[in-house]
């Protein structure tokens, strides 16, 4: 069991920057591949990006490829989501996920993932 906590939501101005962190407990946390979905109003959950366990190894969405990047810490149990150029269209609540590693890295389905943060609001105005 690991338990995921994000940090770091807010408002920004569109072309601006934020930083999202996920804290995770409760298990050993290089035992997972990490990842991000989000979810705007009024739509389904999407896959943002994931990393692997030792973090060489990463995953997008082709609508963030580019502008996001997806790091982690393993002696912090922390994995991070840097966004840059936000848009608009950027504005959802985004989860912190937690999967196995026998589970296929990079997967796009929100089953796929078995652990999830309670999310936290990024707001982009334009």
């Known amino acids: 069991q690991v338990q995921l906590v994000e940090s770091g939501g807010g408002l920004v101005q569109a072309g601006g920057s934020l930083r999202l962190s996920c804290a995770a407990s409760?298990?050993?946390?290089?035992?997972?591949?990490m990842g991000w979905f989000r979810q705007a109003p009024g739509k389904e959950r999407e896959f943002v990006g994931s990393?692997?366990?030792?973090?060489?190894?990463?995953s997008y969405a082709d609508s963030v490829k580019g502008r996001f990047t997806i790091s982690r810490d393993n002696a912090k149990n922390t994995v991070y989501l840097q966004m840059n150029s936000l848009k608009s269209e950027d504005t959802a609540v985004y989860f912190c996920?937690?999967?196995?590693?026998?589970?296929?890295?990079?997967?796009?389905?929100?089953?796929?993932?078995?652990?999830w943060g309670q999310g936290t609001q990024v707001t982009v105005s334009s």
């Open positions: 996920v937690g999967q196995y590693l026998y589970k296929r890295f990079g997967a796009t389905a929100e089953g796929e993932y078995d652990y």
């Open positions: 409760g298990s050993t946390f290089s035992k997972y591949y």
């Open positions: 990393i692997s366990s030792s973090g060489s190894i990463t």
